[in-house]
């Protein structure tokens, strides 16, 4: 049983690991998938020639794309410094992280997504006429949600192991009474039998017979014999004492 509570605690530490790994591959991917589909119209500016930051309505569209999700926290329109010329956030702040920076220098132009210690952060490029980068979409997601959602697999996942431990304690105390259950009869046959000897020598010592019970099985027989021959040998053994020769 303690080897089986120590595979079912590994099978759910992996469990829960391989869970909050495809979890967060997949919030990463959902955010890049946003992202590109909100370069259009930042990439029509660029190879017009213009900055982007004169899009029109460039926080309406950003807002707009931040609504297919209510949880997300931020989008931000940066250039290719890092600097931020367009945001939903209300105190936008003026360069993405330095992380952001690493990670975009990383991928060399392609969408890219990190798990960070608040969340989730994920970018698309957006290409210039030279075919440089002229900046990118950066979406900030939070990782409260994808948190709770693994909490509650790892609880899903103990409660199982729980049941399952149990169920196979249960069955394995099942098999073994009955895999037992011979060599359990024959020892309460001796217990019953050893008894039953123990009182026919009370008996004997009272001065009463000690009845042969109706069942008396071979053992028995065989204690009371034993028990005769000792007797007899005392009395011999007495004798011999007593005979002066």
Same mark, same amino acid.
């Not at 010592?205 to 005392?234: I, K, Q, S, W």
């Given at each position: 049983?303690?080897?089986?509570?120590?595979?079912?605690?590994?099978?759910?530490?992996?469990?829960?690991?391989?869970?909050?790994?495809?979890?967060?591959?997949?919030?990463?991917?959902?955010?890049?998938?946003?992202?590109?589909?909100?370069?259009?119209?930042f990439?029509?500016?660029?190879?017009?020639?213009?900055?982007?930051?004169?899009?029109?309505?460039?926080?309406?569209?950003?807002e707009?794309?931040?609504q297919?999700?209510?949880?997300?926290v931020?989008?931000?329109?940066?250039?290719?410094?890092?600097?931020?010329?367009?945001?939903?956030?209300?105190?936008?702040?003026?360069?993405?992280?330095?992380?952001?920076?690493?990670?975009?220098?990383?991928?060399?132009?392609?969408?890219?997504?990190?798990?960070?210690?608040?969340?989730?952060?994920?970018?698309?490029?957006?290409?210039?006429?030279?075919?440089?980068?002229?900046?990118?979409?950066?979406?900030?997601?939070?990782g409260?949600?994808?948190?709770?959602?693994?909490? *509650?697999m790892? &609880? @899903?996942?103990?409660?199982? =192991?729980? /049941?399952? #431990?149990?169920? $196979? %304690?249960?069955?394995? +105390?099942?098999?073994?009474?009955?895999?037992?259950?011979?060599?359990?009869?024959?020892?309460? *046959?001796?217990? &019953? @039998?050893?008894?039953?000897? =123990?009182? /026919?020598? #009370?008996?004997? $010592? %009272?001065?009463?017979? +000690?009845?042969?019970?109706?069942?008396?099985?071979?053992?028995?027989?065989?204690?009371?014999? *034993?028990?005769?021959?000792?007797?007899?040998?005392?009395?011999?053994?007495?004798t011999?004492?007593?005979?002066?020769?």
């Open positions: 049983m303690l080897m089986m509570l120590v595979v079912l605690s590994l099978f759910v530490a992996l469990a829960t690991l391989q869970f909050g790994s495809v979890n967060a591959t997949l919030v990463g991917e959902r955010l890049v998938v946003l992202a590109g589909r909100t370069v259009a119209p990439a029509a500016v660029n190879r017009l020639g213009l900055p982007l930051s004169s899009v029109r309505n460039s926080r309406a569209l950003l707009r794309a931040r297919t999700d209510e949880d997300i931020a989008l931000h329109v940066f250039d290719a410094q890092g600097k931020v010329v367009s945001s939903t956030a209300e105190l936008a702040p003026q360069e993405i992280s330095a992380d952001a920076r690493r990670w975009r220098a990383a991928a060399r132009g392609a969408p890219w997504y990190r798990e960070t210690s608040d969340g989730f952060v994920g970018s698309v490029d957006i290409a210039a006429r030279d075919g440089r980068s002229a900046g990118g979409i950066l979406v900030v997601y939070p409260g949600g994808s948190q709770t959602q693994v909490r *509650a790892l &609880a @899903e996942l103990v409660l199982g =192991a729980i /049941g399952v #431990w149990l169920v $196979a %304690a249960l069955a394995g +105390a099942l098999l073994l009474r009955w895999g037992l259950s011979g060599m359990i009869r024959h020892f309460d *046959a001796i217990d &019953a @039998e050893y008894r039953e000897f =123990a009182r /026919g020598g #009370w008996r004997l $010592a %009272a001065g009463f017979r +000690a009845p042969m019970p109706a069942a008396a099985g071979t053992l028995h027989e065989r204690l009371d014999a *034993a028990a005769a021959r000792y007797r007899a040998t005392g009395r011999r053994l007495a011999l004492s007593c005979d002066p020769q």
